[in-house]
């Protein structure tokens, strides 16, 4: 099993780039945003507890967010590997996803974590924002405290998996498709 963890602030292209990395290596992807909105979609009643937050730009309860990962992994034995996008967000997610693939003696291969200057997240999130429809990218204020979550509580994910040796820093400006033959320059080093 083959298994990736795609890292980066918010607005860093973390959803864009995992649409092409699970087609060309035939991944799972686990978004946690992804996972989350469709909850919140359904009205459901995580999705109402998420989306307090989400609207706030601060992060979901670890235990949530876990719970969800727990039960997207059990539904699919059959992967021949996860790209795991927007997750671990807290240290405490990656010490929980360590245990989870430990019981599938499935490791995480590489940690590829994309570098985007604040700068310009903030504007690729407003542009996101004017059709997305997604509440957490129309308002400045909010994108700006999403990127205050990831400075406090998310970053320190990097240093967790830096004593394991399996960051590797990716450019994330430019196109689309110089930073996916970026990405997968790494990843072909490492399958
Ligand atoms: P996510 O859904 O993970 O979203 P994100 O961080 O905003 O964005 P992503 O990085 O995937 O965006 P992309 O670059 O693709 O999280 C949303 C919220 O859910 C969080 O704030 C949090 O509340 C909650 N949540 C999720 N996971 C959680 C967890 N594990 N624990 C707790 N809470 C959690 O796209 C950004 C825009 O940039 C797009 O419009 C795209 O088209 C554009 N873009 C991409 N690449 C570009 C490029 N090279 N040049 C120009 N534009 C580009």
């Given at each position: 099993?083959?298994?990736?963890?795609?890292?980066?602030?918010?607005?860093?292209?973390?959803?864009?780039?995992?649409?092409?990395?699970?087609?060309?290596?035939?991944?799972k992807?686990?978004?946690?945003?992804?996972?989350?909105?469709?909850?919140?979609?359904?009205?459901?009643?995580?999705?109402?507890?998420?989306?307090?937050?989400?609207?706030?730009?601060?992060?979901?309860?670890?235990e949530?967010?876990?719970?969800?990962?727990?039960?997207?992994?059990?539904?699919?034995?059959?992967?021949?590997?996860?790209?795991?996008?927007?997750?671990?967000?807290?240290?405490?997610?990656?010490?929980?996803?360590?245990?989870?693939?430990?019981l599938?003696?499935?490791?995480?291969?590489?940690?590829?974590?994309?570098?985007?200057?604040?700068?310009?997240?903030?504007?690729?999130?407003?542009?996101?924002?004017?059709?997305?429809?997604?509440?957490?990218?129309?308002?400045?204020?909010?994108?700006?405290?999403?990127?205050?979550?990831?400075?406090?509580?998310?970053?320190?994910?990097?240093?967790?998996?830096?004593?394991?040796?399996?960051?590797?820093?990716?450019?994330?400006?430019?196109?689309?498709?110089?930073?996916?033959?970026?990405l997968?320059?790494?990843?072909?080093?490492?399958?």
């Open positions: 099993m083959f298994n990736l963890i795609l890292f980066g602030p918010p607005g860093s292209g973390k959803g864009t780039q995992s649409e092409k990395l699970m087609a060309k290596y035939g991944l992807h686990l978004s946690t945003g992804d996972l989350l909105r469709s909850e919140i979609s359904r009205q459901t009643p995580l999705g109402k507890e998420a989306q307090n937050f989400m609207d706030k730009g601060l992060l979901v309860p670890d949530v967010v876990i719970g969800m990962i727990s039960s997207a992994l059990d539904d699919n034995p059959d992967a021949k590997g996860f790209l795991f996008d927007g997750f671990p967000r807290t240290s405490d997610q990656a010490k929980a996803l360590d245990k989870l693939l430990k599938k003696e499935a490791p995480i291969a590489a940690m590829l974590a994309l570098e985007v200057s604040e700068e310009e997240l903030i504007k690729r999130l407003l542009k996101r924002g004017e059709t997305s429809g997604r509440s957490d990218d129309d308002n400045e204020n909010v994108i700006r405290a999403r990127i205050v979550e990831y400075r406090d509580k998310t970053a320190v994910v990097a240093d967790y998996y830096k004593q394991f040796d399996k960051v590797v820093m990716v450019k994330g400006e430019g196109t689309v498709d110089e930073i996916f033959e970026r997968c320059t790494e990843i072909d080093k490492r399958a």
